[in-house]
């Protein structure tokens, strides 16, 4: 199992900033891939960033050149900066954490997420 703890989120008007952060605890040492998802309401899931173990980044080509994801594999921590927010920003937050295990013949994902926090960017 594995659990993860977010914080940061809340409201800014556009053009403005926030960061979020995410903490996982439990058997972290599976964890190979973190990342941001989010939600808007009406909408599905859609991802925001990823960071793997070894430091590759991905993003949604929305968020491309104005969020940041970063990573410390020893803290089990991933952090998302977030720049130049737009009102389409607006959602709920959700940390990722995709493990792995087993065998080379029978390898496991699992995926946890976090409760997510709010975003909203508003005047």
């Known amino acids: 199992q594995v659990q993860l703890v977010e914080s940061g989120g809340g409201r800014v008007q556009p053009g403005g900033s926030l960061s979020l952060s995410c903490a996982a605890s439990?058997?972290?040492?599976?964890?190979?891939?973190m990342g941001w998802y989010r939600q808007a309401p009406g909408k599905e899931r859609e991802l925001v960033a990823t960071?793997?173990?070894?430091?590759?980044?991905n993003y949604a080509d929305s968020v491309r050149g104005r969020f940041t994801i970063s990573r410390d594999n020893s803290k089990n921590t991933v952090w998302l900066q977030m720049n130049n927010l737009k009102p389409e920003d607006t959602a709920v937050y959700h940390c990722?954490?995709?493990?792995?295990?087993?065998?080379?013949?029978?390898?496991?994902?699992?995926?946890?997420w976090g409760e997510g926090t709010q975003v909203t960017v508003s005047l």
């Open positions: 990722n954490a995709t493990t792995e295990w087993g065998p080379v013949e029978k390898v496991y994902r699992m995926d946890y």
């Open positions: 439990g058997r972290t040492r599976s964890i190979i891939v």
């Open positions: 960071a793997t173990s070894g430091g590759s980044t």
